[in-house]
Nanobody, 124 residues
Framework: EVQLVESGGGLVQVGGSLRLSCAAS????????IGWFRQAPGKEREGVSC????????HYADSVKGRFTISNDNAKNTVYLRMNNLKPEDTGVYYC?????????????????WGQGTQVTVSS
């Protein structure tokens, strides 16, 4: 059974940092695409970043480029999202998702499996 468990969310002030983790199990982690998404109240889910675990190819949404860094540790079956210089508009529930290896995309429809999410709140 594929499972994705997010952790690391919390309350942080503007300009602060957080590191989210996505721990995966139930599939061959070293050849999938893992993405991070977020959803703010009343808004659609949007892609933030993704990484292909086999070769490290990655992609960021324009809104987070230069502030967020995605990385993977295949030995721990975990993908991280380091978020720096956080802004109030980064507030939302952050989800990780998994898709069989292929195109590196942050479109939600590309992904087959989803975690339960972790709340990130940036206060001004």
């Amino acid at each position: 059974e594929v499972q994705l468990v997010e952790s690391g969310g919390g309350l942080v002030q503007v300009g602060g940092s957080l590191r989210l983790s996505c721990a995966a199990s139930g599939f061959a982690f070293d050849d999938w695409v893992i993405g991070w998404f977020r959803q703010a109240p009343g808004k659609e889910r949007e892609g933030v970043s993704c990484i292909r675990t086999s070769d490290g190819e990655l992609h960021y949404a324009d809104s987070v480029k230069g502030r967020f860094t995605i990385s993977n540790d295949n030995a721990k079956n975990t993908v991280y999202l380091r978020m720096n210089n956080l802004k109030p508009e980064d507030t939302g529930v952050y989800y990780c998702a998994a898709a069989p290896s292929g195109m590196v995309s942050i479109h939600p429809d590309w992904y087959d499996y989803w975690g339960q999410g972790t709340q990130v709140t940036v206060s001004s």
